[in-house]
């Protein structure tokens, strides 16, 4: 599977590359809605926030870059505007499931400190991810000379995985053994979406 390819697939296609654009922009927004859901009422400090007004904020960009692409279309995230869209609605939501078992069932966590350890890890896991995703699709914008940029996103999920790394120091102590659990977990996900992304892509109009 080489990412790289199927991106420059994508971004070869104005139609294709507006239902990525859009289909990132929905994972996104899922993100930011799931950091906001695990809020305590309370006890919420300012990196929470700054994640969550971070990943809407990408939604809302990445949603914004859609026009660029020449593609008319693609205002909501219905099923016919995003790709591989089942699989794209249902990645973070499956991790989570998978993580919160996991804390529950391994490590006894319950109520809000089951909330926020599932946000430590399904974020950090999203931030691994990310860290590999965004600069190559960068990259390829850069070299298909595209109106389109992630680099600001690009920098900014630099940032927040330094920050998860930091919280879940202080949280677990001894991360690293759980960051190696979800991020196997995340790269089953992954390789089953990009997989979904391929069959999507053959079965689009190939605009150029």
Known sequence: MDLRQI???????????AKWLNSLSMMENTGARKISACEHDQLVDEIVLKHAAEEARHAYYLKSQIKKTGFQGCQTYQVHELL???QSSQYLHTLDTFISRY???ELGF???ELRYAAYLLVTYAIEVRADELYPIYEEVLRETDSKISVRMIVVEEQGHLEEMIMQMDKFFGDWKQHALFVESLEQKLFVKWISAIQNSIQNEPQLV
């Not at 991106?7 to 590359?17: G, R």
Request: proline residues 10%; aromatic residues 0%; hydrophobic residues 35%.
């Open 110 to 112: 319950s109520g809000n």
């Open 103 to 105: 804390l529950k069932n």
């Open 7 to 17: 991106i420059k697939q994508i971004v070869s296609s104005p139609e294709l590359h």
């Open 84 to 86: 591989a869209p089942v």
